[in-house]
Nanobody, 124 residues
């Protein structure tokens, strides 16, 4: 029974920082890669980041490259997304996902399991 639960969203000013958490259950993080997606009203769903379970490879969308950092604690079953220098266009509901695959290719291409999402709002 794969479950993903996001937390850590909130309201932050432009230029501020926020850390999201994704707690995984039903599997271990050294088995499956975890991806982060975001969805904002009127915008396409966007794959934001991913961390592989196989070799630690990470992926970042161009829109967040250099500002966001993904990491994980296998023992805690938790993946983190540190978001720095936030912009209003980062406002969205953020979801963590898994394709039950070791690598990020499947996690970003065909995510099969989703959390409930956590709202991030960047506004002055």
């Amino acid at each position: 029974q794969v479950q993903l639960v996001e937390s850590g969203g909130g309201l932050v000013q432009p230029g501020g920082s926020l850390t999201l958490s994704c707690v995984a259950s039903g599997f271990t993080l050294d088995s499956y890669a975890i991806g982060w997606f975001r969805q904002a009203p009127g915008k396409e769903r966007e794959g934001v980041s991913c961390i592989s379970s196989s070799d630690g490879t990470t992926y970042y969308a161009d829109s967040v490259q250099g500002r966001f950092t993904i990491s994980k604690d296998n023992a805690k079953g938790t993946v983190y997304l540190r978001m720095n220098n936030l912009k209003p266009e980062d406002t969205a509901v953020y979801y963590c996902t898994t394709a039950k695959s070791f690598g990020c290719t499947a996690a970003m291409r065909a995510p099969a399991h989703w959390g409930q999402g956590t709202q991030v709002t960047v506004s002055s």
